[in-house]
């Protein structure tokens, strides 16, 4: 039997006033023929709210709508839904592709926020209480992330009315001034700090697949692996499919046709030497 299709998505944010994604059907065109589909992080809002019931119901109907469309599902965690799945990275083709949601890259986890101060001395008390040996592990480091991100409430409820919530998530990102020079240098940053990541970590890792800072995009630094970062599902940058099949990844631009997202043009492809599939548990 020929391996399958394995897709990996990001940032869908299904339910936050950012995002594009109002119904989850508008999916099914992504997800025809995908024998295992991975979320790469910030696929709902799970965190403390105001509307805690919204946030639960986007949560199960997420799980249910994928259940019911794909043999098999991924959920890695991000910083919107830190507890959604205990899994916060994955390791594909036989190790060669490494996908992790990607604030990890970031001392502060969301450095463009308003929250990223209150994060960084969070962050640096959770690493305190590590063992002095096991500061360097990528577990624990992960860990310290989900737990920081847990603790932090959703600015943009959303019980708020539509103007408001888009009055509030405009003023969060362009206000301050230098917000825009933050949100600038994250991604300036992100594909040498993913590589380093790779380097440390996931050595025999050629391709390294995030999320996070919804630049979408592929890099070749000058040392380590392929970066990918797959964009979001919000404006306006959008987002991109990473297919693992036959020996293969590709990189695909997802497009919106006929009030639905589907799998689009081809913007990169490299080749696997090993299984493109995850072996059966």
Not at 126 to 134: L, Q
Request: hydrophobic share 40%; charged share 20%.
């Amino acid at each position: 039997m020929a391996p399958g299709l394995t897709r990996i998505l990001s940032d869908l944010h299904y339910g936050d006033h950012a995002g594009r994604l109002r119904r989850l059907e508008e999916l099914n065109p992504m997800l025809r023929g995908v024998d295992h589909l991975v979320l790469n992080g910030d696929s709902v809002d799970t965190r403390p709210s105001a509307q805690p019931h919204h946030s639960a119901r986007c949560r199960a109907e997420l799980l249910a709508f994928c259940a019911e469309r794909v043999p098999r599902l991924s959920l890695i965690t991000g910083n919107h839904d830190p507890d959604l799945s205990s899994c916060h990275h994955l390791d594909l083709a036989s190790g060669e592709v490494f996908v992790v949601h990607g604030d990890i890259l970031y001392p502060s986890l969301v450095p463009w926020s308003r929250d990223a101060p209150m994060v960084r001395r969070r962050l640096r008390e959770e690493f305190r209480r590590d063992a002095p040996g096991s500061r360097g592990s990528l577990g624990r480091r992960a860990a310290a992330f989900r737990r920081v991100s847990a603790s932090i409430p959703q600015r943009h409820p959303a019980g708020l009315p539509a103007w408001q919530a888009l009055l509030s998530i405009l003023a969060d990102t362009v206000w301050p001034p230098h917000r825009a020079a933050l949100i600038l240098h994250s991604w300036l940053v992100l594909p040498a700090r993913a590589a380093r990541l790779g380097a440390r970590h996931r050595h025999a890792a050629r391709f390294i697949v995030t999320g996070h800072t919804h630049y979408p995009g592929c890099w070749r630094p000058r040392n380590g692996a392929v970066v990918i970062n797959t964009g979001s599902f919000t404006r306006p940058l959008g987002a991109l499919a990473v297919d693992l099949k036959e020996g293969a990844l590709r990189v695909r631009q997802v497009e919106w046709r006929n009030a639905h997202y589907h799998p689009g043009s081809l913007r990169a492809e490299f080749a696997l030497a090993g299984p493109t599939h995850l072996p059966e548990r």
